[in-house]
C-alpha cells in the first residue's frame, strides 16, 4: 500500500534552500519515491494555515521505502539544511479510506490527502 509523506515548509532563506529541493527529489526518488506536487498557500479558507506556506505531497510505494529515505543518513544532511533555512512540519500518512467506508475513493486518484491518516513530526 502506498504511503505518502506530506511536508509545509515556510522557508526564510530561499538561496540556501533551493539546493534542499534540488537534492532531495533526488534522493527521493533513489528511494522510489515521487513528488506529486507542491503547492503554495494563498488564502486561508478554515482554521489556521501561514500563507506563503509550501506544502509538498510525496508517495513512495509502501511505508518501508519512505522508512527507509526518511531515516537514511543522506536524508539526514538534508534536514540540517532544512532545519536551517526554514520552519518545517512533516507527516508519514497512511491511507485511512477503510475508517468511514470510503473505499469509492479507490476509483479516484490516490493523492487525496484528505484520505490519510497522519502520524506527524513537527519540526520548528
Not at 536524508?75 to 508519514?92: E, F, P, W
Amino acid at each position: 500500500m502506498a504511503a505518502y509523506l506530506i511536508g509545509q515548509v515556510i522557508v526564510h532563506e530561499e538561496d540556501r534552500f533551493a539546493p534542499y529541493v534540488e537534492r532531495t527529489s533526488a534522493l527521493i526518488a533513489h528511494y522510489g519515491g515521487e513528488v506529486l506536487d507542491v503547492v503554495r498557500a494563498v488564502e486561508v479558507v478554515e482554521g489556521h494555515w501561514p500563507i506563503g506556506a509550501l506544502t509538498a505531497l510525496v508517495r513512495f510505494p509502501d511505508e518501508a521505502s519512505l522508512r527507509a529515505f526518511w531515516d537514511s543518513p543522506e536524508n539526514a544532511a538534508m534536514k540540517d539544511l532544512r532545519h536551517g533555512t526554514a520552519i518545517s512540519n512533516v507527516a508519514l500518512c497512511l491511507s485511512a479510506r477503510y475508517l468511514f467506508g470510503l473505499s469509492a475513493l479507490s476509483t479516484r486518484p490516490r493523492t487525496k490527502a484528505s484520505s490519510s491518516f497522519c502520524r506527524e513530526n513537527h519540526r520548528r
